[in-house]
């Protein structure tokens, strides 16, 4: 599976945009970018998964460039709810995200 | 639905006993996982399932053993606990979907172990 880099932490204000971004520069074709975000003590929890195509749901909108080789993911109006460690994960081809491999991800800390 | 639950939420044990690790979904998930996360690190995979009956082997199985004989349950046994277990452990997941589709995991809240 390909890896990925993120930013170990990066602070927001609260109401504005967070905008996290990865690097997966080895990224196959047919390999799925995935965010989940764990908040403290809990478990992780998904946000968003996207393929080559900008993703929206009502959590979180997924940017992927052209050529896969990094994404970005927007919360909009971030809220203090929205501090956590968020994990951006290359999945399997398989079609399943059952072996996911979790690296540090990036501590959002929503600033009040 | 109650979604993915553990017991217990934390355990205490001594070098070299034995516990169970007891993880259950009722979405009537294929697959099953454990994973284990240490103080400022990511998850790692320990052992999953792809169905009753099937097990296989993670980044990190060494010193735990799993089974599946329903689809419901998925135990997570240390044989013989060691200082080095001590960590969160969770379990999650997953509809499982055909080639070509993917699909999403649910984590359970995690058990706390601590091995003296």
């Known amino acids: 599976d390909a890896k990925t880099t993120q930013p170990p932490s990066m602070d927001c204000a609260e109401g504005r945009a967070a905008n996290l971004p990865c690097n997966h520069s080895t990224i196959s074709g047919n390999e799925y970018v995935y965010w989940y975000r764990q908040i403290h003590s809990q478990g992780p929890q998904y946000i968003i998964h996207g393929l080559k195509n900008n993703e929206t749901n009502e959590m979180a909108s997924l940017i992927i460039t052209e050529d896969r080789k990094s994404s970005t993911l927007i919360l909009p109006h971030a809220t203090l709810r929205d501090t956590a460690v968020y994990y951006c994960i290359v999945g399997p081809s398989s079609g399943s995200a059952r072996q996911l491999t979790f690296g540090s991800g990036t501590q959002l800390t929503v600033l009040p | 639905n109650a979604g993915v639950t553990q017991t217990p939420k934390f355990q205490v044990l001594k070098t070299g006993q034995s516990m169970t690790l007891q993880c259950a979904q009722d979405?009537?998930?294929?697959?099953m996982s454990w994973y284990r996360q240490d103080p400022g690190m990511g998850l790692r995979l320990i052992h999953y399932?792809?169905?009753?009956?099937?097990?296989d082997q993670g980044e990190v199985p060494n010193g735990y053993n799993v089974s599946r004989s329903t689809t419901e349950d998925f135990p997570l046994r240390l044989l013989s606990a060691a200082p080095s277990q001590t960590s969160v452990y969770f379990c999650?997941?997953?509809?499982?979907?055909?080639?070509?589709?993917?699909?999403?995991?649910?984590f359970g809240p995690g058990t706390r172990l601590t091995v003296l």
């Open positions: 999650a997941s997953s509809r499982g979907a055909p080639p070509g589709y993917t699909d999403t995991q649910y």
């Open positions: 979405m009537n998930h294929e697959y």
């Open positions: 399932s792809v169905g009753a009956g099937i097990t």
